[in-house]
Every structure is written in C-alpha cells, then in structure tokens.
C-alpha cells in the first residue's frame, strides 16, 4: 500500500492556459475524489467516482473543469482557461466504497497558481 | 443534509497542556464521524475515527467520543507537545454514500 499519489505536486501557469492533473488512488479502492482547498479553508468537495462512473459533481465545478476515470483506476483533472481563482491546492482521495464506514485516504495534493 | 461546526481557532496552548477541540453535527442516519490533521506543509491525515454512537476513536494520544445524545465529537489528548501544531479537521458525518464539505478547521499552536 503506497498510499494515494498525486503529479505534479506543484504548477504555475499562465491565466488561459489549460492544466491536467493525476491521480492515482491506492490500489483496490473502488472510490476516487477530489477536493480543492484555499488557504486557510478546508477542502471542498469537486466531483467524485465509483469506479469508472462520476457519480456527483459540486456546483463548484464549472464547465471549465473535467475529471475523468477512464478504467476506474487513476483519475485526471483538467482546468481549461484557467483563471487566477483557480489558485488552489488541489486534493486526491480514494476509500474503499464498500461500507457506510468508509475512510477517506488523501493525497498530498497539487498546488496550482495561476499568474 | 449532514453538517459540522467546529470551534475557530488558533487555538494556542504550552506544552503538556490538555487540549479540547469542539465539534458538533447535524445528521440523519448513524454516519461515521473523523477527525483528521494537517501537519504544515503536508496532506490531510486521518487522526481518528468512530463508526457508531458510545464509539472511542484514539490515535497518538489524541481520544474522540461518538456522543449520539449531545450529537457532539470533541478531541481530546491530555498532553500536548509541540509537534501535534497542526490544523484539526472535524468531518462532516459520513454515511458512505456522498462527499460532503469539511469546516475551515482549527489551527492548533503548541508553545515550547
């Protein structure tokens, strides 16, 4: 078990420009979500996974952002046009999906800033 | 839908002071509650965890009872030293079948 990974680990880009970020769970857990989190705040909620199938998204997830899981194993995020309120950490986690005690494991996350 | 309050921080405090950090919940259902950590720099960590009502999580020291009467899930540890200087996430209820949003967290200080 290695743990819930997460490339890059840090981004800067260009205000307009699209970026894509990995995930890739720990092995076997059905459950992939991911959370952005700004300074100071705790991870909100973006989108999240049963194996290949996106189940819910927040409203905080425009139509600039697209996850994706295409073989229910690693996920990818893209931000396209990026704005300067994309700045944030964004976070990775998996669980198993299993049962109603289900814990979420997180990544270290990658922090984007956009100039 | 389920949600959290959780006390503001910072919260500062000496070393080998007892620490409480309050956090009460609104639910439906008998969900899962958590505490996790955010050491400086680093990802968020699962402290601890109970899955049913009179349930004690415990983890370094750290204890958190799951009270269904006072639907309440404070952390404790009797102790504190320096390293446990983190943010303390209490999350929202979890009932296994949707992603919820976690409170801002408290930031803990520990003084030498």
């Known amino acids: 078990d290695t743990g819930v990974s997460q490339d890059p680990r840090h981004k800067i880009t260009k205000r307009g420009q699209n970026v894509t970020f990995r995930c890739d769970p720990i092995?076997?857990?059905?459950?992939l979500y991911w959370y952005r989190q700004t300074l100071g705040q705790g991870p909100e909620f973006l989108t999240y996974?049963?194996?290949?199938?996106?189940?819910?998204k927040s409203r905080l997830l425009s139509d600039r952002f697209s996850a994706e899981r295409p073989k229910g194993s690693f996920s990818t995020l893209e931000i396209q046009r990026t704005e300067q309120g994309d700045s944030a950490m964004y976070l990775c986690?998996?669980?198993?999906?299993?049962?109603?005690?289900?814990?979420?494991?997180f990544g270290p996350g990658t922090r984007l800033t956009v100039l | 839908g389920n949600s959290v309050t959780q006390m503001e921080g910072p919260v500062t405090l000496s070393e080998e002071a007892f620490l409480t950090i309050n956090c009460t919940y609104t639910?439906?259902?008998?969900?899962?509650l958590f505490w996790y950590v955010q050491y400086p720099g680093e990802g968020l960590q699962l402290l601890l965890k109970?899955?049913?009502?009179?349930d004690k999580g415990s983890n370094k020291g750290f204890e958190a009872t799951y009270r269904k009467e006072t639907t309440s899930f404070h952390l404790e540890k009797g102790s504190v030293q320096v390293s446990d200087s983190a943010v303390y996430f209490c999350?929202?209820?979890?009932?296994?079948?949707?992603?919820?949003?976690f409170g801002s967290g408290t930031r803990l200080q520990v003084q030498p």
């Open positions: 986690a998996s669980s198993l999906g299993r049962v109603h005690t289900d814990t979420q494991y």
């Open positions: 092995s076997e857990h059905n459950r």
């Open positions: 996974f049963q194996n290949e199938a996106q189940l819910e």
């Open positions: 639910a439906t259902g008998y969900p899962s």
């Open positions: 109970a899955t049913k009502a009179d």
């Open positions: 999350a929202p209820p979890w009932a296994g079948r949707r992603a919820l949003t």
